[in-house]
């Protein structure tokens, strides 16, 4: 696609390498994303696994659709549907709001939640670390 005709698309819509270099993108991406030069720097940590799929496949395959986690400009979070498709080389990146971003914004609450979870499946991981470290002590007595 000319890159001149890529500027005006109505979305946020990115062309990317396969490692995730952004090579060009529309004008509306900046109004959601903060200019970046990687792909990598707005995807959030707990969707990188789904990112990967998208970014690993075969070139002109089939159009790949996952829902993703992206950094907006307030440096808060926002749910997008994000779909790729691949021609000779070059990822082609929609992605459009899954809904209103009032909605989809992650919120300190929900965050405190996620850490809850997080702190109860480390102490969980942390009695079973140290019930193994137990049985290998008492075998090697």
């Given at each position: 696609?000319?890159?001149?005709?890529?500027?005006?698309?109505?979305?946020?819509?990115?062309?990317?390498?396969?490692?995730?270099?952004?090579?060009?993108?529309?004008?509306?991406?900046?109004?959601?994303?903060?200019?970046?030069?990687?792909?990598?720097?707005?995807?959030?940590?707990?969707?990188?696994?789904?990112?990967?799929?998208?970014?690993?496949?075969n070139a002109n395959s089939d159009p790949?659709?996952?829902?993703?986690?992206?950094?907006?400009?307030?440096?808060?979070?926002?749910?997008?549907?994000?779909?790729?498709?691949?021609?000779?080389?070059?990822?082609?990146?929609?992605?459009?709001?899954a809904k209103s971003i009032k909605d989809?914004?992650?919120?300190?609450?929900?965050?405190?939640?996620?850490?809850?979870?997080?702190?109860?499946?480390?102490?969980?991981?942390?009695?079973?670390?140290n019930n193994v470290a137990k049985i290998?002590?008492?075998?090697?007595?």
């Open positions: 696609m000319d890159t001149g005709t890529t500027k005006w698309i109505p979305v946020p819509y990115f062309q990317i390498s396969q490692e995730g270099t952004i090579l060009n993108c529309s004008h509306i991406t900046h109004s959601y994303f903060h200019t970046t030069s990687n792909i990598w720097n707005i995807i959030h940590k707990e969707d990188r696994n789904k990112a990967i799929v998208m970014l690993s496949q790949i659709t996952k829902h993703l986690i992206l950094k907006i400009r307030n440096n808060l979070f926002g749910n997008f549907k994000c779909t790729i498709q691949w021609k000779d080389g070059i990822g082609h990146l929609v992605c459009t709001e989809s914004i992650i919120t300190p609450s929900s965050v405190q939640k996620s850490l809850i979870n997080t702190q109860k499946r480390l102490e969980e991981s942390e009695k079973h670390l290998v002590s008492i075998r090697k007595h």
